[in-house]
């Protein structure tokens, strides 16, 4: 009988212990995790802040899902990984015995590095402990400030303010996400921001947290302005959590280096998630990709090779979906960063009728702002954002993903106030019709 | 009264002919807004994570989940694409 243990509890560990048992019936799966609760949707964070979720929604697996994979829950600390003996040892110096070990470790938050972090009042939102100290401490009438880019830091600003807290948001840059949104795309959000009661201050950073009797009373600002706050939150960004592989003597880089089959420098030990840095064929570089699906999906395939059934992990084209001030919000492929003279990017707004087209699949509606915005390369669709109506962002992740030629809409996408999404409707029905047509045909 | 009644359950087998929950699993983040939000307790969120469509029976489709899913997971799409008339 094999036995697999599984460092982490997050969702690339049950995506793996998911695989070994339908894969392995006999197998003995041992998952070990200090945190003390488990499996939750660390995502869903954003939405117990608001909330619009209680705190026992969190969990999506119940009682008879873990009865399903019958594995051993360890709720511990690992001390170190002893690759030569095949065994970890716990916090508790019991060492527990491996033919196949996985490093699901995750990431965390990194911390911020200025006088006064340690003050009673400074949050971060690292895990289910850190949102309820967050809450507790969010009492409607108090004034916060938020700093960070990204998306996290936004999450932040949205709980408090949701929550009725004066929210200040500080960051660095003279506008929000500026290496993945156009000005454009900024400035709406900002706006929804605004509407929602949160004060932007750009180009500026907090050097200080100002605190009295321990607590927090306010900060100061790199541009000498004092602000005062009761609390202070703030993303700055994750770092993996490679410290164990690192004393194991296991590859790392930024992330644990696995290649497409999960697998570390190391014989049966494996590594997936936010922790795991994946080889990617197309680029030939290892790559972290710290999302919620891609580390299942990660998890799924160490745990089918961990118990003997090969497989590779794809990695998928750049996808990713948020919500930014109330809009939902998809990103595919390559969207922003440094300037290409091989692409064309062209955005349309609201102004057009392919909301309403009759024969589209009903999604999301309902919101008032609605944009999307395309990179158009020689032959193909290379990124796109949808923000608002999603009905063409499935559509176009595969048409993004599997390179499908768009040379026959190419000229018409480009022409000047061209519809395109219009364009972009039309093409994909007839596209998506063909491939009925001829799958219907193979069988 | 018993005839509206009637009425009132062939639309709603209609509506669950013409139309169900689909989800993108690819999308989810297993949240559990859909869940929390379904007026009649179904589990929308199992289904997203293995990618199934709410083929339920008490499925209303009252299409809150798919409007509350903050990552637009969910969509109601039409069960008959092949049958259906082209409109």
């Known amino acids: 009988m094999t036995h697999y243990a599984i460092i982490g509890t997050g969702v690339a560990a049950i995506g793996a212990a998911e695989a070994i048992r339908g894969a392995d019936n006999a197998g003995e799966i041992s998952i070990i995790g200090e945190d003390p609760f488990s499996y939750y949707s660390r995502p869903g964070l954003a939405y117990y802040l608001t909330g619009e979720l209680d705190e026992n929604l969190l969990f999506p697996y119940q009682k008879e899902d873990y009865q399903k994979l019958r594995a051993r829950f360890h709720r511990a600390s690992v001390r170190r990984i002893l690759p030569d003996e095949k065994a970890v040892e716990l916090d508790s110096s019991a060492r527990l015995p491996y033919d196949r070990l996985l490093i699901a470790t995750g990431a965390q938050a990194i911390a911020l590095k200025i006088p006064g972090v340690g003050l009673n009042g400074v949050h971060k939102l690292d895990h289910l402990s850190d949102a309820r100290t967050l809450l507790a401490n969010a009492k409607r009438g108090r004034t916060a400030l938020v700093t960070g880019g990204g998306i996290t830091a936004l999450e932040l600003a949205e709980g408090l303010a949701a929550r009725g807290v004066k929210v200040y948001y500080v960051m660095r840059s003279e506008r929000y996400w500026p290496n993945v949104l156009d000005e454009i795309e900024s400035r709406i959000i900002e706006n929804l921001l605004a509407r929602e009661g949160i004060h932007l201050y750009h180009k500026n950073e907090i050097i200080e947290i100002l605190g009295k009797n321990g607590k927090v009373v306010g900060v100061r600002l790199a541009d000498g302005r004092n602000l005062r706050a009761d609390l202070f939150a703030y993303a700055i960004g994750i770092a993996p959590r490679i410290d164990l592989a690192q004393e194991a003597g296991i590859t790392c880089e930024r992330g644990i280096w696995v290649d497409e089959f999960m697998h570390t420098n190391q014989p049966d030990i494996f590594s997936a998630g936010d922790v795991a840095q994946v080889y990617d064929p197309a680029s030939g570089k290892h790559v972290l990709d710290s999302l919620w699906a891609p580390a299942r999906e990660q998890g799924r395939v160490a745990g089918l090779n961990m118990a003997g059934q090969p497989a590779a992990y794809q990695k998928p084209a ?87 030629d768009i040379s026959s809409i190419r000229a018409a996408l480009l022409a000047r106030n061209a519809p395109i999404a219009d364009i972009l409707a039309e093409f994909w029905a007839k596209h998506h019709r063909l491939q009925i047509l001829q799958t219907l045909e193979k069988n | 009264m018993l005839k509206h009644l009637f009425q009132k359950e062939l639309s709603h087998r209609t509506s669950l002919v013409q139309g169900q929950v689909v989800p993108d699993s690819t999308r989810c983040v297993q949240c559990g807004i859909c869940s929390f939000n379904c007026p009649v307790e179904i589990d929308v969120r199992r289904h997203a994570w293995r990618g199934e469509p709410v083929q339920h029976s008490r499925c209303l489709t009252c299409g809150e989940c798919v409007a509350r899913c903050p990552r637009g997971v969910l969509t109601f799409e039409r069960t008959n694409l092949f049958t259906g008339s082209e409109k």
């Open chain 1, 318 to 404: 750049a996808f990713n979906v948020t919500r930014l001030a109330g809009l939902t919000t998809t990103i595919i492929g390559a969207v922003g960063g440094g300037r290409d003279d091989d692409l064309e990017g062209i955005a349309r707004g609201d102004s057009e009728t392919w909301r309403q087209l009759p024969d589209a699949i009903v999604a999301q509606g309902g919101f008032e702002v609605n944009r999307l915005r395309l990179m158009i390369g020689k032959q193909h669709i290379l990124g796109a954002i949808v923000m608002g109506d999603q009905k063409l962002s499935s559509p176009l992740q595969t048409i993004v993903r599997d390179h499908v």
